[in-house]
């Protein structure tokens, strides 16, 4: 066809051009000319009356010319055919709402005529309510306004394309099936045919496959969610999973989905709208093939959809994305927007979000903070922050279950963003990881401190009756002469160094009871234990246990029963590790 795209074997970077064909009887022999940029780059003569051919064409930023003639009989060649700048690059899809269509004719006082590329093609019409419509079989150069007409692929389409024409020297052909204020309800495919014209699923497969692309495109985008403000997060996610599991059936070939998070819609107070964008979140933990994920916050001025400028800066932000997957490009800075990894706590009196490596340099602007909420809305707590981290410094008897941060409906912030200028992802209810770290020092206090790591317990015992299971105790250097009961609790307790942190009974009655913990994750690590004396274990006494010993030191402990050093009942699981 005229402008032709063929999707490149990434392996070879090139492409194959098939020609089937049938002579006439009144013909003789055909003649086969390819011209990449007007030179000559392959001829041949074919004489057989049925005849196929292969010709491989290189990938990259040149246009090649097909032409086909028959000889008469006079020796003199007519044309038969031609088609013009055929091409040989990467094919990608586009799916969503009316911000995945991203028209520029919304904007009439900006011109994309400067985004077109002859490089830069798509395929059809996406006409689905209209099935005796659709136009699904040409070629054409893409542009980014007149939404619904053969080429659209839309703005930040356009934007993406160039990018890779520019960085990686490939001609890009994108689909793009977005259609305005369209549930994700609308996006499944239908379950009896995938193909099914009438469905905005079905019309897009369709172009894909009738373009030949639907076993080469190496990647989606996807970008929707305004519309279904009123879905909760497992029904949201529900229909997700169904549209996934059709495009990994269908485009078994792609490399990588990847999805843009929805900004708060339409000045809608709406609680369950966080829910879906939380989804929106999510979709790498959930969905293995979604490789990467970008905000849309930061992005200004915003009323529902961006102008040009914004959807070009969009375009910037989730096509590093694919640069760095698709293309190994390698970037010398972060490039991920603020996406809370964990919040945990990090200490006995403060909390933490870790943003990873998208939290470098984390900004909340003027009045962002009030987007922050606590599960305890009367949790009074001293805000600070350092590296990857916001952290809430409050008291040791806290309790957090889960943090938000929602945005209000706004075009122009205040936002958290990162050194990039990435705005945060919204999130919404994460649970905090319960598990609390406590410490003990021979300077602290069990009267007056609450074990942080600023007012340490004194006795480890102490800690240990405050922790709760999954809780770790870090005790530092220092000699101890205690009696210590886990209590049963599936808990940690770790000292600071082994030739160091010392329980030293002198010859006392010593009991290391680690008795009754039903989690191989508990552990004593790290100490020196030494002249005790007891009935059964001198130094540890384990019966109907699990837990973990390692990095310990036992020595002249003594047992009137069994077990000089340590006890293990027959019902006992314990493991172990680098104990002399």
């Not at 994700?184 to 019309?203: K, L, M, Q, R």
């Not at 997060?233 to 990847?258: R, S």
Request: net charge negative; hydrophobic share 35%.
């Amino acid at each position: 066809k005229q402008l032709h795209f063929y999707a490149r074997n990434i392996e070879n970077n090139d492409c194959t051009i098939d020609i089937i064909g049938e002579k006439f009887d009144s013909l003789d022999d055909i003649l086969i000319e390819i011209y990449k940029d007007s030179e000559l780059f392959f001829d041949g003569i074919i004489s057989n009356s049925n005849f196929s051919l292969s010709i491989n064409i290189d990938a990259g930023l040149y246009l090649y010319d097909l032409i086909i003639y028959s000889e008469s009989g006079s020796n003199q060649w007519q044309q038969l055919y031609e088609a013009e700048n055929i091409v040989c690059g990467d094919a990608y899809l586009i799916q969503g709402q009316s911000n995945a269509a991203a028209g520029a004719e919304w904007y009439p006082q900006f011109d994309s005529n400067g985004l077109v590329n002859p490089f830069i093609r798509s395929y059809g019409k996406p006409i689905w309510h209209y099935p005796n419509q659709l136009n699904n079989t040409d070629f054409a150069i893409a542009v980014a306004d007149s939404i619904g007409t053969l080429g659209f692929v839309g703005v930040w389409g356009l934007g993406l394309a160039n990018q890779i024409i520019e960085l990686h020297g490939l001609p890009v052909c994108i689909l793009n099936g977005a259609v305005g204020w369209s549930s994700v309800s609308d996006h499944t495919p239908d379950t009896g045919n995938h193909f099914n014209p009438s469905s905005i699923y079905g019309n897009l497969l369709g172009r894909a496959h009738s373009a030949n692309l639907k076993e080469k495109i190496r990647g989606i985008f996807w970008y929707q969610g305004e519309y279904d403000q009123n879905m909760t997060f497992e029904h949201y996610l529900y229909k997700m999973n169904l549209i996934y599991n059709g495009w990994i059936y269908d485009f078994p070939n792609i490399e990588g989905i990847y999805n843009i998070q929805t900004r708060k819609c339409c000045d809608w107070d709406i609680e369950t709208f966080a829910m879906q964008r939380e989804v929106n979140r999510q979709l790498p933990n959930l969905f293995p093939m979604v490789k990467g994920n970008m905000s849309s916050t930061a992005i200004e001025p915003y009323h529902w959809h961006f102008n040009m400028e914004g959807y070009l800066h969009l375009s910037e932000n989730i096509g590093r994305l694919i640069h760095r997957d698709l293309y190994g490009h390698v970037y010398d800075f972060n490039i991920e927007a603020p996406n809370p990894e964990k919040i945990s706590w990090i200490d006995a009196d403060t909390l933490a979000i870790d943003f990873g490596k998208g939290g470098e340099g984390l900004v909340f602007e003027e009045d962002a903070v009030e987007y922050l909420k606590l599960s305890d809305p009367n949790l009074n707590y001293e805000l600070g922050g350092y590296s990857t981290l916001i952290t809430f410094a409050t008291d040791c008897n806290a309790e957090v279950e889960w943090v938000s941060f929602v945005e209000d409906y706004n075009r122009n912030g205040p936002w958290l963003i990162n050194n990039l200028g990435l705005g945060s992802f919204a999130f919404y209810e994460v649970p905090v990881n319960p598990s609390r770290p406590y410490f003990v020092s021979q300077d602290g206090s069990d009267d007056q401190s609450c074990g942080s790591s600023s007012n340490p317990f004194q006795t480890i015992q102490k800690a240990i009756d405050t922790a709760d299971d999954a809780d770790t105790i870090f005790v530092s250097s220092g000699i101890y002469s205690e009696q210590i009961d886990f209590l049963g609790k599936n808990i940690v307790v770790k000292g600071e160094n082994k030739e160091t942190t010392i329980i030293d009974r002198s010859g006392d009655l010593i009991l290391i009871n680690l008795s009754a913990i039903n989690d191989t994750t508990a552990s004593l690590q790290g100490f020196t234990i030494k002249n005790g004396i007891s009935d059964s274990g001198g130094g540890i006494y384990c019966n109907n246990t699990k837990i973990k010993l390692s990095d310990l030191i036992i020595e002249k402990n003594l047992s009137n029963g069994l077990g000089g050093g340590i006890f293990i009942g027959d019902t006992s699981l314990v493991k172990i590790e680098n104990v002399h």
